[in-house]
């Protein structure tokens, strides 16, 4: 494999790079039993994690946005996790070898995520992750988000690179649609935040991966 067949890797976040399911998992039960209610079970919110607060505060107290209470719980909610955002969240198992590997091959790796950029920097510099991180895009960067193309598109932008040479590795059917969009290569992680009615099978990746582990033999077979 040479540096010039791929020329670099783009990451999700949540589910695909790192497991950050263990705090979203503490904060929303912390705000469950602030507000006198059940617990619920780590699996219920583990895959409820990609779609973000709104997602979480609908799973946990039954309300839709607009609803009495939602924005006020939504605020609650991300205050408890601004408090916890890397207590329990590390890199999924294999992707520190995967990382060293790809830095090793000159292979620069970026982010782009749904999550906001309030959140992801510190989690990353947590991680030891922000100065080999070659580009992070947010929210907070784009007009639009995935599965639209554009924060993908700035991603290879800031690195330097072709999105037709770019690989996009994501763990929800929006980032293979982004990838898709933004005419990239693509790998679906099934180890990530997939919920049980929308399997990963079916979203048309060019890659899966059932393990962070395996993606970089997938690398030098296909690259």
């Known amino acids: 494999?040479?540096?010039?067949?791929?020329?670099?890797?783009?990451?999700?976040?949540?589910?695909?790079?790192?497991?950050?399911?263990?705090?979203?998992?503490?904060?929303?039960?912390?705000?469950?039993?602030?507000?006198?209610?059940?617990?619920?079970?780590?699996?219920?919110?583990?895959?409820?994690?990609?779609?973000?607060?709104?997602?979480?505060?609908?799973?946990?107290f039954e309300l839709q946005e607009g609803d009495d209470g939602f924005e006020a719980l939504r605020l609650e909610l991300l205050e408890l996790y601004g408090q916890h955002l890397s207590v329990e969240t590390s890199l999924f198992p294999g992707m520190h070898e995967l990382l060293l590997w790809l830095e090793s091959n000159n292979i620069p790796w970026g982010i782009v995520t749904n999550k906001?950029?309030?959140?992801?920097?510190?989690?990353?510099?947590?991680?030891?992750?922000?100065?080999?991180?070659?580009?992070?895009v947010c929210?907070?960067?784009?007009?639009?988000?995935?599965?639209?193309?554009?924060?993908?598109?700035?991603?290879?932008?800031?690195?330097?690179?072709?999105?037709?040479?770019?690989?996009?590795?994501?763990?929800?059917r929006r980032d293979i649609e982004a990838g898709k969009n933004a005419d990239m290569k693509t790998m679906a992680v099934n180890y990530g935040y997939i919920e049980a009615d929308d399997p990963a099978e079916n979203w048309q990746a060019d890659f899966y991966v059932d393990h962070a582990d395996e993606i970089q033999a997938l690398l030098i077979q296909h690259f």
């Open 116 to 136: 906001p950029r309030l959140y992801a920097e510190p989690i990353l510099r947590d991680l030891l992750l922000s100065e080999r991180c070659s580009a992070l």
């Open 139 to 172: 929210p907070d960067d784009v007009t639009h988000t995935k599965p639209d193309p554009e924060p993908l598109l700035l991603a290879c932008e800031h690195i330097g690179c072709e999105a037709q040479q770019t690989l996009y590795i994501g763990d929800h």
């Open 1 to 60: 494999m040479t540096s010039t067949a791929l020329q670099a890797v783009l990451f999700d976040l949540d589910g695909t790079l790192i497991d950050t399911a263990p705090d979203f998992a503490v904060v929303v039960n912390l705000l469950l039993e602030r507000h006198g209610k059940a617990e619920l079970p780590y699996s219920a919110i583990r895959e409820t994690v990609s779609h973000g607060a709104r997602a979480l505060i609908t799973l946990a």
